[in-house]
């Protein structure tokens, strides 16, 4: 039998290269996957169809995730068409140019502050099915970014430092309702970087640098750690943070 079985999980953000390399892990073993998407329509269906042309264990649904009533809407139509919720993936974050803080715009503030928000909303909105069906798994994908630092990335270390403490103490709250909480921090993601330019190239050069694998991570790395914090190999593990960056991160 495989991992997921008979298990429902949705992936925010999932019309993404990393969000793609999940669902399918995902669904690869065995999971009923919904893929979110907001704006990218066309890459969430394609690869709903990619999974299962069927579309009996793959469907894509639309969502504004600071949106609650959409995004519990999202969950609806999810236990609608699988009959439950067992594991949300949140990969969510827009993309960014770095800035120093004195070059800053507050616009730039409010493009982070959406991914705080949009990570509250998807956690809260989850709980309720979780709790009813007494058990569950969030798995928010962060950054190495939360824990080392880049000049002009202030913005995205600040929420990503606050959002892995926001896991950990949900990880606390839910532990008695079997819901486990934890985050997988890539350090950088050699095929799915969504910002380019040559402040980010000049910055992964750097990370890959101090990495002993000389290396960033894969989409397929990261997805696999995803599935391995979904499935009932991490039983016992809530509040935990794994780095896949290639050894360049070690706590």
């Known amino acids: 039998m495989s991992l997921l079985s008979n298990k429902t999980a949705v992936v925010f953000g999932g019309s993404g290269k990393l969000g793609k390399a999940i669902a399918t892990r ?25 999974l299962d042309p069927s579309g009996k264990t793959a469907i894509a649904i639309r969502a504004d995730a ?34 120093f803080v004195a070059d800053s715009k507050e616009e730039d503030w409010g493009r982070h502050l959406d991914a705080l928000k949009s ?20 798995i928010y994908v962060s950054a190495a970014l939360a824990v080392r630092y880049g000049e002009g990335c202030s913005m995205y270390t ?31 993601i050699a095929d799915a970087q969504t910002q380019q330019g040559d ?15 000389g290396r960033l991570a894969t989409s397929e790395e990261v997805a696999n750690t ?16 794994l780095f896949v960056a290639g050894g360049e991160i070690m706590l």
Request: charged share 20%.
């Open 158 to 188: 600040t929420i990503k430092r606050g959002l892995n403490g926001f896991c950990r103490t949900l990880a606390m709250e839910e532990g008695k309702n079997n819901i486990l909480v934890n985050i997988v921090c890539p350090g950088g």
């Open 26 to 50: 995902l669904h690869e073993e065995g999971a009923s996957v919904v893929i979110h998407y907001h704006a990218n329509n066309r890459a969430a269906e394609a690869l709903a169809a990619e």
């Open 119 to 138: 990570h509250y909303l998807i956690s809260r909105e989850a709980l309720p099915q979780m709790r009813a069906q007494h058990g569950g798994r969030i």
């Open 66 to 99: 600071m949106d609650a009533s959409q995004v519990k809407a999202l969950y609806g139509q999810a236990i609608k068409a699988f009959g439950s919720l067992d594991i949300v993936v949140n990969t969510v974050h827009p993309p960014f140019d770095p800035a």
């Open 199 to 213: 402040d980010w190239d000049e910055m992964a050069a750097e990370f890959i640098k101090k990495c002993p694998l």
């Open 226 to 241: 995803v599935l391995y914090f979904a499935s009932p190999l991490s039983e016992g593990i809530t509040g935990q943070t």
